[in-house]
Antibody, heavy 124, light 106 residues
Framework: EVQLVESGGGLVQPGRSLRLSCEAS????????MHWVRQAPGKGLEWVAG????????AYEDSVKGRFTISRDNARNLLFLQMDNLRDEDTALYYC?????????????????WGQGALVTVSS | SYDLTQPLSVSVSPGQTAAVTCSGD??????VFWYQQKTGQSPVVVMY???KRPSGIPERFSGSSSGNTATLTIGGAQVVDEAYYYC?????????FGSGTKVTVL
């Protein structure tokens, strides 16, 4: 069974940093691109970032460019999201999710499955 | 930036057909994907590449796309189908989600 388990969420002050992790199991991790999607409290889904199977292709949503860094450790089946200079508006539940293929520059990929999410609260 | 527009809500009685629309500029040139999110749960894909149903998704779910509008149809909606439904497409290497539609079955 494919499983994605996020960790690393918490309460952080504006301007500070936080790193999320996603542990993957049940599939060959280094065959697939991975993504982060977030959901602010009571709001809809917002894609954050994506990373190809070997880490050489990345993509970011405009509001997180220069502040967030997506990365992966294929040897340990881990996906990361380093979040720097956090803002109030970054408060959200952050989901790790898997693409059906290895690349990020494609129009025909969907997100399946999704983890349970890691809650990030940015507040002073 | 690319926008996808969904109605805020759709309400049907059990057994009726619920149709959720998703509109975007030149949407016919892109694949559309649909996700179901029940209260307190993570999203689940219910339709991919416009009209393909993943294994495990009931046959009452179907998808179509024409012109600038994609539609997720729940034929014979059941109470268990109550959820938010989000459409998604790609704008280059950026994934874009619609704002979500609350489907109520009562």
């Amino acid at each position: 069974e494919v499983q994605l388990v996020e960790s690393g969420g918490g309460l952080v002050q504006p301007g500070r940093s936080l790193r999320l992790s996603c542990e993957a199991s049940g599939f060959t991790f280094d065959d697939f691109a991975m993504h982060w999607v977030r959901q602010a409290p009571g709001k809809g889904l917002e894609w954050v970032a994506g990373l190809s199977w070997n880490g050489d292709r990345l993509a970011y949503e405009d509001s997180v460019k220069g502040r967030f860094t997506i990365s992966r450790d294929n040897a340990r089946n881990l996906l990361f999201l380093q979040m720097d200079n956090l803002r109030d508006e970054d408060t959200a539940l952050y989901y790790c999710t898997k693409a059906p293929g290895s690349t990020v520059n494609t129009q025909n990929h969907w997100f399946d499955p999704w983890g349970q999410g890691a809650l990030v609260t940015v507040s002073s | 930036s690319y926008d996808l527009t969904q109605p805020l809500s759709v309400s049907v009685s059990p057994g009726q057909t619920a149709a959720v629309t998703c509109s975007g500029d030149k949407l016919q040139d892109r694949f559309v994907f649909w996700y179901q999110q029940k209260t307190g749960q993570s999203p689940v894909v219910v339709m991919y590449q416009d009209s393909k149903r993943p294994s495990g998704i009931p046959e009452r779910f179907s998808g179509s796309s024409s012109g600038n509008t994609a539609t997720l149809t729940i034929g014979g909606a059941q109470v268990v189908d109550e959820a938010y439904y989000y459409c998604q497409a790609w704008d280059g290497t950026t994934a874009v989600f619609g704002s979500g539609t609350k489907v109520t079955v009562l």
